[in-house]
């Protein structure tokens, strides 16, 4: 049965686009994103860095841009600009955990349409790469809040990372000093749930639990 939040949601009707570029070093190899997006029909050109990304930029038409922020060769508002100068009537959305007022306020800047916080579900992401003009007052309200948002990803990499440090930095492109001090934050505000979206009850990380050294 399919949640509320994709009610008002227009069906599905992707006849004026066929390309759409992927650049996220977490969504390659069969994620959940991929998937989507070539269940629904589109060509997906995914790559992981800003470079792989502006060779194709360069020599291909794009319709959609879905984005992460940062990357280890540097962030995306170069590759927005590009983008918007090769494909001025491209959508352009980016996807991040550094999902904040001034990387908001960065990426309109460059050139994209719009961001959204990780993570989202895979389904509501790619509705709203194709749809997002168009999508009803519910969709839009549904999205949880940054912070809520930012914390239920961090946990969630922590644990996939069996609480190692260094690891989990990596995988968030993060500073390992940053992370160390958010897990802190968390540690100290008693935070234990690390699926509040979700509303299940399985536990992430523990105040009791030691932060590994890495």
Partial sequence: MQSDVYNDIPSRSYAAYTRVL?????????GPMLTELNVCGLEVLAVGTVDEALSIVHDQHIDLALLELRFEDGDCLRLIAEIRKHNPRSRIVVHTL??????????????ADDLLPKPLDAEFVVQFLVNGNRLGKNSLSSIPDVETVSRVHILTVFQWCNRNLSLASRQLCLHRRSLRRIMQRYRDEGVEDSDHLSGKSHRAWSPSQRLESG
């Avoid at 992927?22 to 069969?30: C, S, Y």
């Fill in 22 to 30: 992927l650049v996220d070093p977490t969504q390659l190899a069969g």
């Fill in 98 to 111: 550094l999902a904040d007022v001034r990387a908001t306020v960065a990426v309109i800047k460059a050139g």
